[in-house]
């Protein structure tokens, strides 16, 4: 075996396949985005009446934004990588998912 056996990059897409994903995944953003937004008043309205944010809520939440930020990341042309659903959902936990 010789060091020229490298893993190598996987090819660009082609440009309508990106752009394509592109428009699924702007669609996705703003559902996400809504999802978010409904989140955060039913957490605001729990934690008014109980005291304390729900942890449930606060996974959910998290793992939405590291959600909406792989988008963006993909939308900018800052990486390749295809969020959910063609990858695993981003843990919430306060994990990251590399």
Known sequence: MT???R???PPPRKLWVRALLM???AAAFQLAASVLLFLCML???LA???GAPNLRLQQLGRGLGR???QI???ESF???ELPFPFSPWPAGDGQVNP
Do not use: C, R, W
């Open 3 to 5: 060091d020229d056996t």
């Open 7 to 9: 893993a190598l990059p």
């Open 23 to 25: 428009i699924l995944m």
């Open 43 to 45: 957490q605001l309205v």
């Open 48 to 50: 008014a009446a109980t």
């Open 67 to 69: 959600y909406l930020l």
């Open 72 to 74: 963006a990341e993909f």
């Open 78 to 80: 800052g990486s390749e």
